[in-house]
């Protein structure tokens, strides 16, 4: 089984403490334990330490409030943070495990961020793009989790093709250096 933990950031929680839901599902015939963190920050809060969350999650979802500008800029501050803290890890493994969401599209009326300046922001930060609204549209949310998982999966697929050819060539390395080993007298 293989086991997934997301953090979702940003949004505005209000009135919520922290959780950590827990589904098992299977996807694409793989069995996964998933582990998803919510600390229901708010924007004004402006809780950006992460460290915590950054060691412990395979992925992050930013979301934010299209018909608030101030949870956009939270949303912005947290993609900083993340990146930054990722300065040498497998650039691949980084960009494909962050997601930005704007959601409460249903409230389109309200809206004080476009969708062009989310597109943006996903594109200067390298990662994936989406708007929906939790509230109206569950199956968006489904499918944007589901293609979460999906780009952490195969992130742990590159970092497994790659360790056996790192110790391999740790080996090779050693016995140019040192020469073939020797059989005792």
């Known amino acids: 089984m293989t086991e ?10 209000a009135g919520k403490s922290e959780c950590i839901y827990t589904k098992h ?3 694409d ?7 998803i963190y919510d600390p229901c920050s708010q ?11 950054l060691h412990w999650a395979d992925g992050f979802i930013i979301v934010y409030d299209i018909s608030d500008r101030a949870s956009f800029a939270f949303a912005k501050a947290l993609l900083y943070r993340i990146r930054e803290s990722h300065t040498g890890v497998c ?15 249903d409230l389109c009326h309200m809206r004080e961020v476009g969708w062009d300046e ?12 989406c708007e929906l609204s939790a509230a109206e549209h569950y199956q968006e949310v ?6 979460v998982l999906r780009n952490i999966i195969s ?3 590159v970092k497994e093709k790659r360790r056996p050819s790192g110790s391999k060539s740790m080996a090779k390395l050693i016995n140019n250096v040192f020469g073939k080993r020797r059989k005792s007298v």
């Open 4 to 13: 997934v933990k997301v953090a979702v950031l940003g949004g505005s929680g």
């Open 155 to 157: 992130s742990f697929k």
């Open 43 to 53: 924007p004004q809060q402006g809780k950006l330490s992460l460290t915590d969350e």
């Open 29 to 35: 015939g793989r069995q996964i334990h998933l582990e």
């Open 142 to 147: 489904i499918a944007m989790f589901t293609k």
């Open 91 to 105: 650039k691949k493994m980084v960009e494909s495990s962050i997601f930005l969401v704007g959601n409460k599209q």
């Open 25 to 27: 599902l299977c996807l």
């Open 118 to 129: 989310g597109q943006k922001l996903a594109i200067d930060n390298k990662c994936q793009f």
